[in-house]
């Protein structure tokens, strides 16, 4: 069965070493001093192998259970949510006024990657609950925020995210969920909602439903679509749950992965609700949840990868099959461990490498939603705007990926359930499908984000990757081993920006053909960024009186390994966009 | 849930138009007249379509159980078993000799695909069946022929393989199952074997055992390893299942797809067993059904994402989400079928193109076995033999790829059961680890197969698709289209071999670094040949008379696709390789 070694000093290396967080002018920041972040990570760390890890097994055999309207978590859920919130983890970044603990978003993100890694069904619990804090602290009026956010902080209650019906998913336009206004401002509410996670469960008093629907006469489509809490329990005045509101939990969904996690179908049969914000402005109140969770879905692409590598690595040290090209490297057993093998190698060197530099690469952009949020920082806002279909779609399909060549390293073993590993990658698989499925994430950033301001923000992102390279020029080797490829991958990136800009007007399909294409190509050269940064560090460090020097040494090589075997994938994405989209539309629908 | 439509037009294309068949001059094939194939492939299409597509779900979900050594299949695979055996499928290729239908192994690939898009846990019963006829027939004694073929060939005993013990499974030479020689010159056959597909089930009235075990001071490693019949009952003098032997199922194992299919723990308990061929000759022996095997499992590859794809094309003809970019299709409509857009079409353009393209090499592949077979060509057995790891490995891999590809069209649909899809995916992975991971494929090919009589096989690969480009340059719109790709994937490719043969006595990490990549790139170009040689024999239809031109023009333009977007890939594989292996082996063991 899999186990978890949360990754303390990797994150503390991102942190310290390459993101110099206590300089780095950010409010806040100045108290993450190095002692602080370990005490913390030790802490979710502990937390994620002891109870989080060994109930992820569990939860994948024994799934939710749904009788008389009443949905089961698997056993040892309840316990497990209950020490998360005495823990105070959920409101880990929570505004202190509703009982957080204030601390950078950053922090959370570190924090996530371990829950997440450790177990991605449970967690995505009160996952969902720290978007709807968001989305009420954001957009609630104050009695709202009175209500609601100091118990969602807590954990007592939970909250969910009611947007797709059976026919509608991506094209929220299509809604039909009613809500009809009633005498006392509140409104009843109903219709079906499909494939709500944590839509029921046992784990808290109380669960608050976000629910996109229709006030009557509303302006067809996206422009028509309001915002509702509409709460389980109907709070009393002392905010105490009070009356069994009219919404109901009429099935489960059967899924690939993430069992432990009830995905319902939700009715809504006249239920009070309450208006957040305006009417008609409820896919803007959405949107803040849902960039939240996009950015939290990134996460756990990259850390359902990082788990997979972990229980790849220690298969492959301990497997024994063969023996080592050029001798035997364990001549006193029966074969060597698999680990020696030169294709066994490039495998588990594919996963440590994406894996460390989705981590930099994730770490950075939580960084720089706090610079947007506690700097007031307008660029670090667009730029994170960006960057969050890329840390969504790039990180899911080659944290998904990652988890596949994990099992691989397992041989036979991986296809087995007892290992563990299936499990991993049936779990990550998800991560590529909801909240915008990662072709969204790809329109979303060429058809809106890249030319948004004339092109503001990836210009942005270019000049920040060039000065990089200007400024650290003058050590040929490090120019040589991490500079000129990232500097190729550059060029790759913006011919295909290029590319689009010319085409957007006289031929919009080519840029839309060629999106997915350059989320990934995107994609690698902000891993080829962070993987300079990281390798400027673990130099720095070797250079200085650094003391575990193999560590620095590790990074160096994988560092090495990225820039010479992965990010040449720019150029294919480059020729993939240059050969334009009449390819792709050429087929009519009928004649495939 | 998912239903199946037999490729009957497409597989006949390349049977006829591209392969042409008749002409090829292999004994056998002047027989595969248009209208025989037809039938042929009808009346196979329409019992994967009404009788083994409908048992793919509930195989799934039912899977296998085991009380009392008694394995029990799926509701339904009983019957559906005894329409393949009464249909004669399991000896269509079989030699007549032994009641088989002594058809090209061509048709019986072409079958296979069908059964195994329709339910590849259920075909693999008779798939491995398949492997223990042609094993006993090339090396079994003539005795052992009579007793055993017959029945094997028409399904009333099933075979199996079995190689895997819990402490070996890629390296065959820790093998500790023995035999000990009895006095009447057979074996008492003692030890456990894992993974046994089929190993025990209800659908045959006796199980031959195929066990690799060593006798009594055999040589250490590989070359002590011997082959035994071990049947479930020992036959009678009349060839009737008599004593029960000392063989039975002590578990099965709880797999992440394929649950139609017994994975098993064979016991082997002082069995009953007879050499087959020479002592200490086993695992040449062996090899003959697990080559046959690896083409079997390619086939399932690419046989897995036909089936994904046909899935995802006709969901996304139905689901309706959005308005084209440009203009509502569907303007009587809430919405445009998501067929429509850029992203999703070149999802399914990408699946369609690997799938014909994969076919056509499968098929290829195929009529190569039957011309060294059947015309004892020694440069055809060379070619299948340096392409039999690229068939198991690249398609297999692309495959499941595919089949995720297609999962994504479905959106959050495919992630849940009822839609069939979900299945395919977990089903299609196993394919990448049996019958050797795609690790070792990569491995036989660079380490064994590339270098061969120096070379020759590959050369002769090199000729082949030179020659093509040669033949056809005059004509100027399929050379920019074809050729010039078709050539530039070459140069790669020729490149990439230079360098391994450059760099094998100096640094072999380099090349077994690199093989993986190697393996993929050889891959694509062969779907390169194969696109250029289908849009020849399009363009040639199209100059004629031919009746189905939206068929033709389809092809075509699919192949443009696969040019255009998916053979640059070559590029970068050949700039991973010549990268080298130093990267990849630059991380002790201890430093990951």
């Known amino acids: 069965m899999a186990s978890y070694t949360p990754p303390i000093r990797d994150m503390q290396f991102v942190l310290h ?66 020490r998360i919130c005495e823990g105070g983890w959920i409101g880990l970044d929570a505004d202190p006024d509703y009982g957080g603990q204030g601390m950078p978003y950053l922090l959370g993100t570190a924090v996530g990657e ?16 720290h978007g709807a804090y968001s989305t009420i602290r954001a957009h609630g009026s104050p009695e709202q925020k009175d209500m609601y956010l100091p118990r969602l902080v807590s954990g007592e209650w939970s909250g969910t995210m009611n947007l797709t019906e059976p026919q509608c998913g991506t094209d929220l336009g299509l809604i039909r969920t009613k809500a009809e206004p009633q005498e006392d401002g509140s409104y009843h509410v109903t ?11 046992d784990l808290t008093a109380n669960i ?18 309001s915002l509702f809490i509409v709460p389980k329990f109907l709070p009393d005045a002392d905010g105490n749950p009070g009356t069994r509101n009219g919404v109901t939990c009429g099935g489960l969904e059967h899924k690939m992965g993430i069992h432990g996690n009830a995905t319902c179908v939700m009715h809504y049969d006249g239920a009070t609700g309450f208006l957040v914000g305006k009417e008609h402005a409820g896919l803007r109140a959405m949107f803040t949840m849902m960039n939240e969770a ?39 057993k029966p074969a060597d461990p698999i680990i020696v093998h030169a294709d066994v190698r490039r495998n588990l060197m594919a996963q440590k490498a994406f894996v460390e530099g989705a981590r930099a690469f994730a770490f950075w952009g939580a960084s720089l939603i706090d610079r947007a949020a506690r700097a007031d920082d307008a660029e670090a806002e667009a ?34 359930r007892e290992w563990g590993i299936e499990q991993m990658v049936r779990d990550a698989r998800i991560a ?32 920040t990757v060039a000065a990089f390279i200007e400024e650290n020029r003058d050590d040929a080797e490090f120019a040589r081993d991490f500079l000129d490829p990232l500097e190729a991958a550059l060029a790759d990136m913006q011919a295909a920006s290029g590319y689009f800009l010319k085409q957007a ?50 990074k160096l090589a994988t560092g090495r390994f990225y820039m010479a075997r992965e990010l040449p994938a720019t150029a294919f994405f480059r020729a993939r966009i240059e050969a334009g989209g009449a390819s792709v539309m050429a087929l009519a629908p009928d004649a495939f």
């Open 505 to 554: 007007a006289k031929h919009p399909q080519d840029a839309l053909a060629g999106a997915y294409d350059f989320m990934h190509l995107f994609g690698h050269v902000a891993l080829g960024l962070m993987w300079s940064r990281m390798a400027k560090a673990a130099r720095a460090g070797l250079a200085g009186t650094a003391q575990d020097r193999d560590f620095l040494e590790a």
């Open 114 to 129: 371990m829950f997440v890694s450790a177990n991605m069904a449970f967690n995505m619990y009160h996952g969902l609950t």
């Open 208 to 225: 608050i439903h976000l629910v996109l629907a229709r006030t009557p006469g509303a302006p067809e489509g996206t422009k028509g679509i």
């Open 383 to 416: 730029l994170i705007s960006l960057l969050t279909p890329v840390i969504k779609g790039f990180l899911t399909d080659k944290g998904f990926e990652t988890a596949v060549a994990a099992q691989q390293t397992f041989g036979g073993s991986g296809y087995v």
């Open 432 to 463: 590529m499908i909801y909240e915008g499925t990662n072709g969204i994430q790809a329109l979303d950033l060429v058809g809106r984000k890249l030319g948004q301001d004339g092109g503001k923000a990836v210009r942005a992102f270019f000049t």
């Open 294 to 332: 996009r950015i939290g879905v990134g996460l756990q692409g990259y850390a359902m990868g990082a788990a997979a590598h972990q229980q790849a690595l220690a298969f492959a040290r301990e497997r024994l099959q063969g023996r080592a090209h050029g001798g035997a490297q364990a001549p006193d």
């Open 17 to 82: 070493e390459v993101l110099a967080v206590e300089t780095a002018g950010i409010p806040g920041y100045e108290d993450l001093e190095r002692d602080f972040t370990g005490a913390v990570l030790e802490e979710a760390g502990k937390i994620s192998a002891e109870v989080l890890a060994p109930l992820n097994a569990v939860g994948d055999a024994q799934g939710c259970t749904l009788a008389n309207g009443v949905v089961t978590t698997p056993e040892g859920f309840r316990d497990a949510y209950a």
């Open 191 to 201: 219709g079906q909602k499909i494939w709500i996670s944590g839509g029921e469960h």
